[in-house]
């Protein structure tokens, strides 16, 4: 529950034959089955097979889109200490953007792309390839090799901008629309990879609304074009030379391209940047929650209908929007403006393009109830991210598996928890419960059951019982490590994933 969950090839036409001729033998064989159902007199029912498309078309060229938009791709060198350039290691699935040339004494140089976006000189980049960078230089399509100035850089969306200057206008690219962008229609990636400048590789858009689990507001279009370190920054083109992504990180076991690659979508882009054009950083909107996904146990714990969507809410910061508009742990937001939510992902993208100031209109289920909240919403800090006593009763109904203890003093400190938090403390967990078998542990911070508060041992075994006499799974709202969740135990599982036939004996 606390687990983090965590960047073409072409067809051969012997294969395509094969795709279309099995197609043909499918609609032959439902025609037949068709005329056989008539004559034994049964009713008639038609029979429809997919039909084969019209014959492919040739694969595309690229060379004139090429030749037109190259001359606005850029290659970037950033000078850095070694310290940094070490800290900034690549990973098989994290950004990849820096190529880092070995057995250099310090400073070190690294490497990545960029594409000019005016004529001006405005260059947009990856936060990673300029961050941390004593010096950047850009060297353009013809060889001229230019300082840049860093004028803006955003880490949660992994976006940059720089500046050069030159002596007459540059060539640029515009931002296409990637909100139109469809899976399967074909892109094209330049770029730097291992200083290879102006390097050009094609692929097809493999999805959309990829979350790689990098940030809260992951929304990244996935592709097969090869593109390897280096790459990072470099712009992400369709077929009528728009850039409607940035390529940003790949997802592969050895380092090297395996045909899993990610680009930050161009309308997120387009936002950003404006930003960073304008003040050098960006302004998103702040609700103060923690949220998570509503899963289908976690549906049933707070009788949802099955397949409800939402971000449920596992904590609100004190003093902040959600705090001051009345929301309250175990609400479902399930929209924002009229916007449908159905993940916390979709929660904060919604929230972070909120204009600080702006009153808006959260629909919200609460207890099994609809209602409406309106948040004024306020200013992302920088700092955040859109972030033993025994005692208590023997429940009469089927126990969960729990020992809970007050929460004193002495263990606040020794679990580092804030002033106000309030709750039972979890001294032991049953071997084999349903406590366990949902990841609960000791030192855990029970601070509530469902959408009730809990401030003591007694309170909490007593909405533990009312919700076991009932039948229900258990949602609990927990504390561990200073962040809070909802925890869904059914009181029917052990740990091993089956039903217990007998009650346990452990305190609930």
């Known amino acids: 529950m606390f687990n983090s969950?965590?960047?073409?090839?072409?067809?051969?036409?012997?294969a395509f034959a094969a795709v279309l001729l099995g197609g043909t033998a499918l609609g032959g064989l439902a025609a037949i089955n068709g005329a056989r159902a008539a004559g034994e007199g049964a009713v008639r029912v038609p029979i429809a097979a997919i039909q084969p498309a019209a014959p492919a078309r040739a694969?595309?060229?690229?060379?004139?889109?090429?030749?037109?938009?190259?001359?606005?791709?850029?290659?970037?060198?950033?000078?850095?200490?070694?310290p940094a350039a070490a800290n900034d290691e690549e990973t098989p699935a994290t950004p990849f953007g820096r190529t880092m040339p070995h057995g250099r004494s310090q400073p070190v140089e690294a490497r990545g792309s960029g594409f000019l976006i005016d004529a001006g000189g405005i260059i947009v980049t990856n936060n990673h390839v300029v961050e941390n960078a004593r010096s950047v230089s850009v060297q353009l399509d013809d060889g001229t090799t230019l300082a840049a100035k860093v004028i803006g850089r955003d880490k949660r969306s992994d976006l940059a901008v720089l500046k050069v200057t030159a002596d007459h206008p540059l060539p640029y690219v515009d931002l296409g629309d990637s909100a139109a962008v469809r899976p399967g229609e074909w892109v094209v990636a330049m770029g730097n990879p291992f200083g290879l400048g102006g390097s050009v590789t094609a692929g097809i858009v493999s999805a959309s609304g990829?979350?790689?689990?990098?940030g809260p507001y992951d929304n990244y279009i996935q592709v097969d074009a090869p593109i390897n370190r280096g790459n990072s920054g470099g712009p992400l083109f369709t077929?009528?030379?728009?850039?409607?992504?940035?390529?940003?990180?790949?997802?592969?076991?050895?380092?090297g391209s395996v045909g899993i690659g990610f680009a930050i979508p161009s309308d997120m882009v387009r936002t950003v940047v404006a930003q960073l054009r304008q003040s050098g950083h960006v302004t998103r909107g702040y609700l103060g929650v923690e949220s998570q996904p509503v899963t289908p146990e976690?549906?049933?714990?707070?009788?949802?209908?099955?397949?409800?969507?939402?971000?449920?809410?596992?904590?609100?910061?004190?003093?902040?929007?959600?705090?001051?508009?009345?929301?309250?742990?175990?609400?479902?937001?399930?929209?924002v403006d009229g916007h449908a939510v159905e993940s916390p992902r979709d929660l904060a993208?919604?929230?972070?393009?909120?204009?600080?100031?702006?009153?808006?209109?959260?629909?919200?289920?609460?207890?099994g109830n609809a209602r409406i909240f309106a948040v004024a919403v306020s200013e992302l800090p920088n700092d955040r991210?859109?972030?033993?006593?025994?005692?208590s009763a023997e429940p009469k109904g089927k126990s969960i598996g729990l020992a809970l203890a007050p929460l004193s003093p002495q263990l606040r400190d020794r679990l580092s928890l804030p002033a106000g938090a309030r709750g039972a403390v979890v001294a032991e967990?049953?071997?084999?419960?349903?406590?366990?078998?949902?990841?609960?542990?000791?030192?855990?911070?029970?601070?509530?059951v469902g959408t009730k508060a809990v401030t003591s041992p007694e309170e909490a075994v007593g909405a533990i019982r009312q919700s076991t006499q009932a039948g229900h799974t258990v949602a609990l709202r927990v504390m561990r490590d200073g962040h809070t969740a909802f925890v869904a135990v059914n009181p029917a599982a052990d740990s091993s994933g089956t039903d217990q036939g007998a009650e346990p004996d452990a305190q609930g």
């Open 5 to 14: 969950s965590s960047p073409g090839s072409g067809f051969r036409r012997a």
């Open 59 to 82: 694969l595309p060229d690229f060379a004139d889109l090429v030749a037109r938009t190259k001359p606005a791709v850029v290659s970037i060198t950033t000078e850095m200490s070694a």
């Open 210 to 214: 990829r979350d790689i689990h990098s």
């Open 239 to 255: 077929q009528d030379g728009r850039v409607v992504g940035v390529n940003t990180a790949i997802l592969s076991p050895s380092g």
């Open 298 to 335: 976690m549906a049933r714990a707070l009788q949802l209908a099955p397949g409800h969507g939402g971000a449920l809410v596992a904590g609100i910061e004190a003093n902040s929007p959600a705090a001051k508009a009345g929301l309250q742990p175990g609400d479902v937001i399930s929209a």
């Open 349 to 367: 993208l919604d929230v972070s393009g909120v204009k600080p100031g702006t009153e808006t209109k959260l629909s919200v289920v609460r207890d």
């Open 385 to 391: 991210t859109a972030a033993r006593d025994e005692g």
């Open 429 to 448: 967990v049953k071997p084999g419960s349903p406590a366990e078998a949902s990841g609960l542990r000791q030192g855990d911070v029970v601070m509530g």
